[in-house]
């Protein structure tokens, strides 16, 4: 079992930025692919970015290419995510989600998701 937990979350304004961490415990992460996923009120959960057990490649979501940057130290067992020039549009909650296989942008594949953190962008 892995156990996630997100934090970073919180209020900020049009323009911001923030950084999320993920925390991962039980069985160790470093050979997992790693993605954070956001869910806005009355939408569905939607893919963000993701990145390969060992960093090399990362995929990332049209809509935050360019601001968003993912990144993991599996030393620490932890993923990060680096949002700038952030939008209302990105106000949601944000998940953190382990898979035991190649880098996907398939909510669907990954095994293990943590409880999220709130995102809120004021305009």
């Known amino acids: 079992q892995v156990q996630l937990v997100e934090s970073g979350g919180g209020l900020v304004q049009d323009g911001g930025s923030l950084r999320l961490s993920c925390a991962a415990s039980g069985r160790t992460c470093s050979r997992y692919t790693m993605g954070w996923f956001r869910q806005a009120p009355g939408k569905e959960r939607e893919f963000v970015a993701a990145?390969?057990?060992?960093?090399?490649?990362?995929n990332y979501a049209d809509s935050v290419q360019g601001r968003f940057t993912i990144s993991r130290d599996n030393a620490k067992n932890t993923v990060f995510l680096r949002m700038n020039s952030l939008q209302p549009e990105d106000t949601a909650v944000y998940y953190c989600?382990?898979?035991?296989?190649?880098?996907?942008?398939?909510?669907?594949?990954?095994?293990?998701w943590g409880q999220g953190t709130q995102v809120t962008v004021s305009s």
């Open positions: 990145i390969s057990w060992s960093g090399g490649r990362t």
């Open positions: 989600a382990a898979a035991h296989r190649a880098i996907t942008d398939e909510s669907d594949l990954y095994d293990y």
